[in-house]
């Protein structure tokens, strides 16, 4: 907001609103700003939010990770899953993914974590076979 010609109350106000994902619209509205107004201090919270995640979050130290999934319905007979990747002691998400429950998709969440920590935490399962595996065929040791 340093170049913003907003007042500075103005500013303090929209700021809450992007963090708790009230749109553009709501957000432009419950400030009394215009519309493309919510949708600059939108973008550029965004692209700040990003670099600051991309500068400090990959240097958390952690001791383990853990997998899991959550089922969503999101239809009659249409479900979704959620697969995540925590950071054991911090509640950290290192990684998130929807998509169906398949050893593929729990590769594709274990490969990210891997190719962002500095170190090789220990991971934590459920239990379920294809998480093994997906360590297996992603870090090469179980």
Known sequence: MARSKLPEDTGIRLLPGQRWGVCEAGTATLCAVALTTG????????????????????EVDIPGVQLDEAQATLRPRQVAWSHTALA???????WGDVGPRTQEQVAAVVAQVVARGRARPRWLTDGWNASGAALLQAVGMV
Do not use: D, I, K, Y
């Open 39 to 58: 949708h600059r201090c939108q973008r550029v919270a965004a692209h700040r939010a990003a670099t600051h995640h991309r500068q400090v979050g990959g």
């Open 88 to 94: 054991m002691g911090s509640g950290l998400r290192r």
